[in-house]
C-alpha cells in the first residue's frame, strides 16, 4: 500500500500532467525552479503546500483536496540527510558578548543576515561559532565554515570563484559551472531549498563575499571582517568592540582559575592593570589568564609586573605566554609562524620541526593549552592571524633556518599525496594549493611539478576549476625547468583536459599541441580529436581519432570516429565504425558507439541502451547525453512534444554540472525541437543562452551555428 510519500508524488505527477505543460514550463508559470519541482515529482523532496497551490493553480485545480495529503507526507517525510557541521569547536569559556549575540541572533531570524566588524583578536570569529553552535537546532540543514583567509599571514584571500567551488563542494556539487555568475546562481538555488547557516569567516572586503551571499530561502550567512561590510545591500553589521571591565574581568578570572584559588578580587588594581594590558580582547586574556593558570605560586600582581616590563602589548601578552613553555615548544610556536595553509595536523607539525610526532604532538598540547593554538578537531589545529603573525615576526628574527623547515614541510605533503586516497585531498586541498604556491617561492620545483599531479584522480571529480588551471601552468613549467619533458608533456595534457572540461576549448588545443611537440601519443590525440570536435572542426577531428587508433584505446577512437564521420554525413561509413566499436567495446566505453549508431540509423533502441548503461554507472553527464540524442532521433521522426521531454530531462541532469561542451550541445538540439514545435519563444530564448555562453567561452563557431541555425 502506497504511503503518504508516493501518494502525494502520484497526485503531483497528475496535476503536471492535467496541465499539459513540460517540466521547465510548469515550473516557471508556478514560479518554481525546475530542479525543485523534479525533486518534489520523484520524491526527493515534500513540497511546502505553497509549492502545491501554486502548482495547481498552473493547472487551473482546485489544491484544498491535496491538504490532507500533503500533510500526511510532509509529516512522514523523507528521511533527512545527515546534518552537515563544518564549524569550529566553540570555546568552553565564551563569556559576555550578550548584546552583540542577541543582535546577531535576532538579524540571522529576521534578515538571514548579519557581518560582524572589529579589530584582530576582539572576537569575532569566537562569537560567530558560538552563535552559530547555539543556533544549530533552527539549521536542520547544517553549519557550513569557510575562512576566506582575508588577513590571514602569508595566504592571499580566497577568490569568489574558489570560495564558491569549496562551498558547493560541502553541499556534494563537484562539477560547479565555469563563470562565477552561474556558479553564485547554482550556490544560491542549492541554499534555497536547505535551511543551513553558513559562517564566512576572515572576509578581506565586501567584493569578495557578495557572489557567496544566499538568495531567497531560510538559509542565513554570518560574516566575520576586520572591516564594517557597509556596502553589502541586506546585510547588517554588528561591531564588536573590546570587552569592557566587567566582561573582561570575567573572561581573564575563568581563564586564570581565580574562582578556585587565592588570586586577589577580580576588581583589585593589580587585576585592572592586567586587563589594561590586554585592551579588552578576549585572545590577549584568555592567553594572560593562561599564563596565570600554569603558575600556581604567581598572584595577579606577580602577572601584571612582568606585563609592565614589556616592550609592547603583543610581547606583553603573547611573549609571557611564550616564556612559560620551554625552549623546544617556543621553537615550535615561531615555525607555526612560516608554515603554509590554514590547518596542520601532527604529522605537517613533526615535518616543520624536525621532530618525531610523539615529541610534536606533546609541544602542540603545551601550545594549546597556552592559547596559542586551537584544536579545532581531534588532532587538527589553527593558529589565529594575530598570533601567527607575531610569531612569523619571532621567526624572522629567531629562526635562520625557518625555509628549511617549510621545505621539510612541503617534502612531506608530497610524500603524502603520493600514497594518499582522495579523501585525503578533501580535509587538505587548501593547504596544498598553499604548498604549490609556496614552493614556487622557494624554488622547489620538484614539489611544484611534482603535487598536482598527485591531485589528477581528486581534480577529475572536480574538473575545469582556474585553480587547477593554475597549479597545472605552474607545474609544466616547473618540469621545463626540470628537463623532464615526459612529465612537462603529461602535464600540458592534464591542462588541456582542464581547459575543455571548462570550455575553454582554443586554450585546450594549444595546450594539447605543445604536449604533441614535446611527446605525442594516442591518447594526447584521442583528446586533440574531442577538442577540434567540441569546435565543429570534423575534418580534422577525424584524422586525430584515425590515429588515436593505433594505442589501447582503440574502441574510443573508432566511436568517436564514427560519430565525427556521422555529422559530416557519411552514415554507412559511420554505422560501420560504431559496429566495429562495439564489437571491442565493454561497459561505459560503448555508450558513443550506441549512441552513434542509433542516430545514424534513426533509431531510439540502441541511444536507450546507452542511457540504461550510463545509469548503471552513474554517469549523469553521459545520462544528458544520452537524452539530448534521444530527443534529437525523436524530432526527426516527426515527434518534437516527446522529443522536449528528453531535451528538458538533459537539461535537469546537466545543472550543477560543469560540462560546458555537453551543454552547449544540448542547448543547440534542445532549441532545434522547439522550433520544429513551433515554441519560438523558447527557441530564442535557448539560441540566447549559447550565444551567451560562446562569447563568455570565446567561442565563435557555437554563435555562428546558433545564429545560422535561428536564421
Known amino acids: 500500500m502506497p504511503g503518504p510519500q508516493e501518494k502525494l508524488v502520484e497526485q503531483l505527477t497528475r496535476i503536471k500532467e492535467l496541465s499539459g505543460l513540460s517540466l521547465r514550463a510548469l515550473a516557471r508559470d508556478s514560479g518554481l525552479s525546475s530542479s525543485s519541482l523534479s525533486r518534489y515529482l520523484n520524491g526527493q523532496l515534500v513540497p511546502p503546500w505553497e509549492a502545491v497551490v501554486a502548482l495547481c493553480r498552473s493547472a487551473g485545480r482546485d489544491p484544498r483536496p491535496l491538504r490532507a495529503i500533503w500533510s500526511e507526507a510532509s509529516k512522514a517525510g523523507p528521511a533527512p540527510p545527515p546534518r552537515r557541521n563544518d564549524l569550529p569547536a566553540d570555546l568552553f569559556d565564551f563569556t559576555g558578548r550578550q548584546r552583540e549575540s542577541t543582535s546577531v541572533e535576532e538579524l540571522l531570524r529576521t534578515v538571514g543576515a548579519a557581518a560582524l566588524d572589529g579589530m584582530a583578536g576582539v572576537g569575532k570569529t569566537s562569537l560567530a561559532v558560538h552563535v552559530a553552535h547555539r543556533l544549530a537546532p533552527a539549521y536542520p540543514d547544517g553549519g557550513l565554515y569557510l575562512d576566506l583567509q582575508g588577513f590571514t599571514p602569508g595566504q592571499e584571500p580566497l577568490e569568489p570563484q574558489a570560495a564558491l567551488a569549496r562551498l558547493l563542494g560541502a553541499l556534494d556539487v563537484t562539477h560547479p559551472p565555469v563563470s562565477l555568475t552561474e556558479r553564485a546562481a547554482l550556490w544560491r538555488s542549492e541554499l534555497s531549498r536547505r535551511r543551513a547557516l553558513v559562517v564566512l569567516d576572515n572576509a578581506a572586503d565586501a567584493e569578495q563575499v557578495r557572489p557567496l551571499l544566499p538568495g531567497a530561502g531560510r538559509s542565513a550567512v554570518l560574516i566575520t571582517s576586520r572591516y564594517r561590510l557597509v556596502s553589502l545591500d541586506g546585510v547588517p553589521p554588528v561591531s564588536l568592540e573590546p570587552l569592557d571591565g566587567e566582561d573582561a574581568a570575567g573572561l581573564f578570572s575563568k581563564a586564570a582559575g581565580l574562582e578556585s584559588r587565592a588570586a586577589g578580587p577580580a576588581g583589585d588594581e593589580d587585576v585592572d592593570q592586567v586587563l589594561r594590558q590586554c585592551g579588552g580582547l578576549p585572545l590577549a586574556l584568555r592567553m594572560a589568564g593562561a599564563r596565570l593558570r600554569h603558575r600556581p605560586g604567581w598572584t595577579v600582581a606577580v602577572l601584571a609586573e612582568r606585563m609592565r616590563d614589556a616592550t609592547n602589548r603583543f610581547d606583553a601578552v603573547f611573549g609571557m605566554s611564550l616564556r612559560q613553555l620551554d625552549a623546544v615548544q617556543r621553537r615550535t610556536f615561531r615555525l607555526l609562524g612560516v608554515l603554509p595553509g590554514t590547518d596542520f595536523d601532527t604529522a605537517v607539525a613533526g615535518a616543520l620541526t624536525g621532530m618525531r610526532p610523539a615529541r610534536a604532538d606533546e609541544a602542540l598540547e603545551e601550545l594549546v593549552d597556552a592559547h596559542l593554538l586551537r584544536e579545532i578537531a ?25 625555509e628549511a623547515a617549510v621545505r621539510r614541510v612541503l617534502t612531506h ?64 613549467a616547473a618540469a621545463g625547468r626540470l628537463g623532464r619533458d615526459d612529465l612537462r608533456a603529461e602535464l600540458l595534457s592534464d591542462l588541456g583536459w582542464t581547459r575543455a572540461a571548462a570550455g575553454r576549448v582554443n586554450e585546450a588545443v594549444a595546450a594539447y599541441e605543445k604536449a604533441v611537440e614535446i611527446s605525442n601519443s594516442p591518447a594526447l590525440q584521442l583528446r586533440l580529436g574531442l577538442a577540434r570536435r567540441d569546435l565543429g572542426d570534423f575534418e580534422a577531428a577525424r584524422d586525430h581519432f584515425r590515429e588515436a587508433k593505433e594505442g589501447p584505446g582503440r574502441s574510443q577512437a573508432l566511436a568517436f570516429e564514427g560519430w565525427v564521420t556521422m555529422r559530416l554525413g557519411r552514415r554507412d561509413e559511420a554505422i560501420e565504425l560504431a559496429r566495429e566499436s562495439l564489437a571491442l567495446a565493454g561497459g561505459p566505453a560503448r555508450i558513443t558507439g550506441l549512441v552513434t549508431l542509433g542516430l545514424a540509423e534513426a533509431e531510439e533502441a540502441p541511444i536507450h541502451e546507452a542511457l540504461r548503461i550510463a545509469e548503471e554507472n552513474d554517469l549523469r553527464h553521459h545520462r544528458a547525453w544520452c537524452h539530448n540524442q534521444l530527443g534529437v532521433v525523436l524530432r526527426t521522426s516527426g515527434d518534437p512534444e516527446k522529443a522536449l521531454v528528453h531535451h528538458e530531462r538533459a537539461a535537469e541532469l546537466l545543472e550543477g554540472l560543469a ?26 530564448a535557448l539560441t540566447d ?14 554563435e555562428r551555428r546558433a545564429r545560422a541555425e535561428a536564421a
Open 659 to 684: 560540462e560546458v561542451q555537453i551543454e552547449i550541445d544540448c542547448l543547440h538540439e534542445h532549441a532545434a525541437t522547439c522550433r520544429a514545435a513551433g515554441r519560438t519563444a523558447e527557441a530564442a
Open 413 to 476: 605533503y608530497l610524500d603524502r599525496a603520493r600514497e594518499s586516497e582522495p579523501a585525503w585531498f578533501d580535509s587538505e586541498y587548501p593547504n596544498l594549493v598553499a604548498a604549490v604556491d609556496a614552493a614556487v617561492r622557494l624554488g622547489m620545483d620538484e614539489v611544484t611539478a611534482e603535487l598536482p599531479r598527485t591531485m589528477r584522480v581528486w581534480f577529475f571529480r572536480r574538473r575545469g576549476t582556474d585553480e587547477q588551471a593554475r597549479l597545472l601552468e605552474a607545474a609544466e
Open 378 to 402: 581531534p588532532g587538527r589545529y589553527r593558529m589565529h592571524d594575530l598570533i601567527r603573525q607575531y610569531a612569523a615576526e619571532l621567526a624572522a628574527e629567531e629562526e635562520p633556518l625557518a
Open 689 to 702: 543562452r549559447i550565444i551567451g555562453l560562446a562569447r563568455e567561452l570565446n567561442r565563435p563557431h557555437d
